[in-house]
């Protein structure tokens, strides 16, 4: 029995990992140097500007990561979650997996301006995205890497590929990995990039099933039941995924796991599934070297961030304001 539901799981990997998605061989490259010559302080000013804001609140640094994840999930990294709703588009703020939860808007706000001042109309916000996530990862002690440039920002969002396409906290492994392999990320790329929540706070709604399961003598999971009521009520308390040191971005989020302490379903299925072969070893193996999980959360950022929209290379802009389509 065990294994006709490996096999249906192996072959739900293979059905899903020919979907062709994510960027296309006619795609312009993304290169390094994209702004070397037409905006050659991009980096500095964005390094600044969440200096600033990193510093005010370390969970800035969360958000902004979480903005970007959300960004290429739904059309690739193209800006799309950034956008207002408004008479004519439907944004994807109010999507489920967004409403009351996304934050952090102002600061890239504050980027956009501070970069329309010094180099007009030149850095597209979901360029500006990426480069702010990475700068976040390491002014909380995360590693660095380069971040290749030269997306464009749509001038569509899509409200339907915000609720089908990004995972939930409740979501089993299957589930969670399916909508990976659906952007051309690996299950390698998956435990990796889920360690983002080494950093960052969680909305009691999204963990209430998990605390009151029989979790195993956590008295720190236990303990969240004040935070977090049984009953209606509460839903917007928020506790953070990685309690050992939750401004910090380091392995201890993979030792949580170990221990049957991960704060959502979705991560803890990664190491106790049934299902969880490979994806238990990968999380042994982070919680044990943190050198290897930086290297691979670095590679997978990238990989990530390569998920471009073909469709705004062509009809795509560079938005003045990143909530609004230029006019
Ligand atoms: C593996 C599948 C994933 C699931 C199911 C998931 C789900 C969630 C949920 C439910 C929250 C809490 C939101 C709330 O309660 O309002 C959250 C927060 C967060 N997620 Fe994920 N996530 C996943 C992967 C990722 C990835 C790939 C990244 C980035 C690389 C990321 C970055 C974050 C961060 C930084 C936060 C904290 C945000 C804050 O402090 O407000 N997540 N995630
Ligand atoms: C990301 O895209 C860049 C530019 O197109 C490419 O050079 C690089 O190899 C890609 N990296 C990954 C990890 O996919």
Redesign the pocket.
Known sequence: MATSRLSVFLSLVVTLSTVPVGSLASDPPLTLDYYSSSCPTVLEIVRKEMECAVLSDP?NA??V??L??HDCFVQGCDGSVLLDDTFTLKGEKTASPNV??L?GFEIIDRIKNYLESECPGIVSCADILTIAARDAVILVGGPYWDVPLGRKDSKTASFELANENI???N?DLRG?ISK?LYQGLSITD?VA??G??T?????C??FRARIYEDLGGSSHLSGLKSTCPAAEGGDDN?AP?DYVSPNVFDNSFYSLLLKNEGL?N??QEMYSSVLAVQTKGLVRKYAEDSVAFFQQFSDS?VK?GNITNSDSFVNGQVRKNCRFINT
């Open positions: 969970r969360a958000l990561v979480r970007h994840f009351n939860s934050i995972p939930t906290a979501e969670i990976f998956t990039l889920a983002a929540h950093i960052g706070m969680a909305r709604e999204n928020i995924m959502l979705s991560d950022m990530m």
